[in-house]
């Protein structure tokens, strides 16, 4: 079955330490994007890519980076955590035409502290 | 550019009652709207959408929503509220087939027994 995979779901990890939150689908998109959304609030875009070796920033200045080496996977990476960066994190995929819109994985819940 | 307005942060409802989430968009170009929902700790699922085709668009779980050009409206209704409808609700728009989603800030639906 299509869908999108993010793990871990939950992580608590030590200031200091680098992390790699990890995102795959199995829908062949070539659109996938990172949001952060801290709890009850809006969604930020932090980081998105059209395709391989594409990567761009998005509306919210974030510390992490991201690779996309693969169609399928897109994983965000924290060089170094700190209490700042505790939040949820959100990954997405989308497809175009009539297959527009997001799928969201069930995202990760980080707390640094 | 385009962007969402959600108004209300918080509706609350009682079971059987009438749901009504508001969103108004702004757009350059004719947009393609979305309503996604997401229940706690969880990832967020699309309900419907909007691609211009019919105006009145019908979505999972018995809600619906109307796309009014006039009055840039996307307005997400459920003829009786359940319990288990009470999560938080995203109103999101694109400009294009392939383009990025911009969320409004999210409504907190709370259905009352």
Redesign the interface.
Known sequence: EADIY?TPRYLVIGTGKKITLECSQTMGHD?M?WYQQDP????H?IH?SYGVNSTEKGDLSSESTVSRIRTEHFPLTLESARPSHTSQY?C?S?G???H????????T?LTVV | AQSVTQLGSHVSVSEGALVLLRCNYSSSVPPYLFWYVQYPNQGLQLLLKYTSAATLVKGINGFEAEFKKSETSFHLTKPSAHMSDAAEYFCAVSGASYGKLTFGQGTILTVHP
């Not at chain 1, 527009?100 to 995202?107: N, W």
């Open positions: 993010q659109k994007y009850g609030m809006e969604l875009l998105y959100l997405a989308s175009s035409g009539l527009i819109g997001y799928t969201f994985g069930s995202g819940r």
